[in-house]
């Protein structure tokens, strides 16, 4: 990815489609992922299609109704766990911020 892809696709991104994405690699699953979050099936499929348009990478594979991701995905989705995690990490912080503020 060049450089001005990334910094598109880097002011494109949410933190609710990494924790999506996040979502998707753990759970395996449209449908897992979508209960999970408490979300439809079709919001998570319609987000993570989005992730892939701004991305400029097929992530999954399959037809509209069973999608799965690709086996060389994982990796690219192993990074984005990494920031979830991270931004797992924040919450308490920045809810003792809170607090104390």
């Given at each position: ?30 449908s ?25 990478v ?11 991701l ?22 308490p ?9």
């Amino acid at each position: 990815m060049s450089q001005p892809s990334t910094e598109l696709f880097l002011s494109r991104t949410t933190l609710r489609q990494i924790e999506i994405m996040h979502a998707l690699d753990h759970h395996g699953s449209m449908s897992k992922a979508a209960k999970a979050l408490g979300m439809s099936v079709a919001n998570v499929s319609r987000v993570s299609k989005r992730f892939e348009t701004n991305l400029n990478v097929q992530l999954f594979e399959g037809d509209g109704r069973r999608r799965v991701l690709r086996k060389e995905a994982r990796d690219i989705l192993g990074l984005f766990k990494a920031l979830h995690n991270t931004i797992e990490d924040l919450r308490p912080r920045i809810e003792r911020l809170r607090i104390e503020a």
